[in-house]
């Protein structure tokens, strides 16, 4: 079954591109099979602008959202799995969706500070702003 996640993430881009919007994403870097330029990720997170005009061959793919993009004078390979998306919204007016976290060690790369017993620690709810 495709997930709905893809559907949603489909709407607003072309909501916002149909509306003369920028459609932006904000990735979670530290998520497993995340291909961005790491040195543009700030607090493990990056934005990435996804309009045609910004991107080439941008693919909503069943498992990820991938394109090409410039960063600086690099052309780069993106690709970011649905899991790794936790908003995508028109920058203009911050309209679009937001999407829940990954459960702590859930989709995450390794980072060696998990506790001993192999347990993620428990984290409690939170709400942030997305602009």
Known sequence: ????????????????????FTPQVLVDATAAGVKVPMNYVQDGRIVLNVHPRSVQQLEFGDDALRFSARFGVQSLRVEIPHAAVLAIYAR??????????????????????????????????????VK
């Open 92 to 129: 203009e007016n911050s309209q679009g969706i937001t999407f829940p976290e990954l459960p702590a060690g859930e989709g995450k790369e390794p980072d060696g500070d998990s506790p001993p017993d192999g347990k993620p620690p428990v984290k409690g709810p939170s709400l942030r702003v």
């Open 1 to 20: 079954m495709t997930p709905i996640k893809l559907y949603l993430m489909r709407a607003v881009h072309d909501w916002a591109v149909d509306n003369h």
